[in-house]
């Protein structure tokens, strides 16, 4: 079954305390990317990677890392969180042919609380 | 900058009836692709149509079409015949200079019996 997976599901942490949220896709996909998701503000993309080892800010990339050393995996590291991270979190991916996309593909999503 | 607008904060529709969600947007690329995504109270996101922008007709999957005009600019989803498990959050998202995806604040729908 094509599928984006994310762990955790749920994470409740402290402020300051280096925490990775890791995703992987088994569709042999090039494009993936995160998200984050605030009440008023819609979704928002925090970084994408068009490939292996090529990684790009998207528009709130500030207090986030991220790599991709292997193509289904694309995990989101918070160096040092805080609580205005607290958010629900989405990892996706989707082929990329030629310029042109198709179904992005959406992880079932991670819900951060930072104390 | 490429923009998504949704300007219905929320909807209310009868059980059975069709319902149009608007979305229009602005680029000023000419190869664009344009999604639309449910996601109900559980959170998770779902893929429901795309529309390439050149694609010369408007898409369908089953229940939902898009009706796209690219003159004006507009993506609106139109859910036909909807049902009580239609209600949910509905979100209109381009992709935006081959690189990211760009989504609308999203539309509320409700679904009354």
């Known amino acids: 079954e094509a599928q984006v997976t994310q762990n955790p599901r749920y994470l409740i942490t402290v402020t300051g305390k280096k925490l990775t949220v890791t995703c992987s896709q088994n569709?042999?996909?090039?494009?993936m990317s995160w998200y984050r998701q605030d009440p008023g503000l819609g979704l928002r993309q925090i970084y994408y990677?068009?490939?292996?080892?090529?990684?790009d800010k998207g528009d709130v990339p500030e207090g986030y890392k991220v790599s991709r050393k292997e193509k289904r995996n694309f995990p989101l590291i918070l160096e040092s969180p805080s609580p205005n991270q607290t958010s629900l979190y989405f990892c996706?991916?989707?082929?990329?042919?030629?310029?042109?996309?198709?179904?992005?593909?959406f992880g079932p999503g991670t819900r951060l609380t930072v104390l | 900058a490429q923009k998504i607008t949704q300007t219905q904060p929320g909807m209310f529709v009868q059980e059975k009836e069709a319902v149009t969600l608007d979305c229009t947007y602005d680029?000023?690329?000419?190869?664009?692709?344009l999604f639309w995504y449910k996601q109900p109270s559980s959170g998770e996101m779902i893929f429901l149509i795309y529309?390439?922008?050149?694609?010369?007709q408007n898409a369908t999957e089953g229940r939902y079409s898009l009706n796209f005009q690219k003159a004006r600019k507009s993506a609106n989803l139109v859910i036909s015949a909807s049902q009580l498990g239609d209600s949910a959050m509905y979100f209109c998202?381009?992709?935006?200079?081959?690189?990211?995806?760009?989504f609308g604040q999203g539309t509320r729908l409700t679904i009354n019996p």
């Open positions: 996706a991916s989707t082929a990329w042919i030629r310029g042109n996309t198709d179904t992005q593909y």
């Open positions: 569709m042999n996909h090039e494009y």
């Open positions: 990677s068009m490939n292996v080892e090529v990684t």
């Open positions: 680029t000023s690329d000419q190869s664009y692709g």
């Open positions: 529309q390439g922008s050149y694609d010369e």
């Open positions: 998202a381009m992709f935006q200079g081959a690189q990211k995806l760009v």
